[in-house]
């Protein structure tokens, strides 16, 4: 079973246990019906679920997670709030929206990662603005270069591309 299905099964099953009859895309998400208590139970049953092969996972995740159980855990309990969000049978049939995009931009750069600590530490107003000027460069230098044929553009649109 692929690890959405499984989380899905795993919470309409908690929360019927509870004796929570949930609706898929029904007018209430899962997760306001799920008490703590029921994540805790869903996360069980997953984790079992990936020990005894019934729950798909990459032979890497199983030589990373399987010979960590905490690790193992962590990693279900992100699974789940993850499929919570982003399942329409589970958020009340809501496409999932990004809360706050952009906000990863650059978090693989390490540039960029070693900038934002330093702003954070960071108390003097001018070197501040120096550290967002270099964040912003850095992100400026980032996104992908595309090449547009000119000559492939309508001459009446042309002047749209900036060079």
């Not at 246990?17 to 609706?23: F, H, N, T």
């Not at 049978?89 to 978090?107: A, D, I, T």
């Not at 603005?129 to 230098?141: N, R, T």
């Amino acid at each position: 079973m692929n690890q959405r299905k499984a989380t899905v099964a795993a919470i309409v099953s908690v929360l019927a246990d509870r004796g929570v009859a949930y609706e898929f895309d029904g007018p209430v998400s899962a997760a306001d019906m799920m008490t703590s208590a029921d994540k805790e139970k869903t996360v069980d049953i997953i984790c079992k679920g990936f020990m005894s092969g019934e729950v798909e996972m990459s032979d890497e995740g199983k030589t990373k997670y399987f010979s960590q159980p905490a690790e193992l855990r962590k990693y279900v309990v992100g699974l789940v709030n993850n499929w919570l969000r982003k399942a329409t049978e589970l958020n009340g049939g809501q496409k999932y929206q990004v809360k706050n995009p952009g906000s990863r931009k650059g978090s693989s750069n390490e540039t960029v990662r070693a900038l934002r600590q330093l702003l954070a530490i960071t108390s003097d107003s001018e070197a501040k603005q120096a550290i967002e000027a270099e964040i912003a460069s850095q992100l400026e230098s980032l996104k992908p270069k595309v090449e547009i044929n000119s000559d492939a553009i309508p001459a009446h649109l042309r002047h749209l591309i900036k060079f």
